[in-house]
């Protein structure tokens, strides 16, 4: 199980936390991150953390404005969203898998809304 958190309505330019929580073990050959989908859109694969070495992964369109890391005492990752754009608007899925951009599971999302 996933459970995700964090999500809300900001402004252009602000910040918003995302926090996943992950229930059971997770080995280290996981795979953890996020995906996202904004209204009429496809899926898409945001950010990724493999869950042993803390190696991360991003899409060239959050690069440099998404921080993505995890706290392995609490099976959980946070996704640090700055300089947000009316772009990043989207339902925001924690995912968990065992290859990169593949994930397995699914949280419920959480809604991110970033006005102009």
């Known amino acids: 199980q996933l459970v995700e958190s964090g999500g809300g309505l900001v402004a252009a330019g602000d910040s918003l936390r995302l926090s996943c929580t992950a229930s059971g073990r997770i080995f280290s050959s996981a795979v953890m991150g996020w995906f996202r989908q904004a209204p009429g859109k496809e899926r898409e694969f945001v950010a990724e953390?493999?869950?042993?070495?803390?190696?991360?992964y991003y899409a060239d369109s959050v690069k440099g404005r998404f921080t993505l890391s995890r706290d392995t005492a609490k099976n959980t990752v946070y996704l640090q969203m700055n300089s947000l754009k009316p772009e990043d608007t989207a339902l925001y899925y924690c995912?968990?898998?065992?290859?990169?951009?593949?994930?397995?599971?699914w949280g419920q999302g959480t809604q991110v809304t970033v006005s102009s």
């Open positions: 953390v493999r869950w042993g070495v803390g190696r991360t």
């Open positions: 995912t968990r898998g065992q290859s990169l951009r593949e994930p397995i599971y």
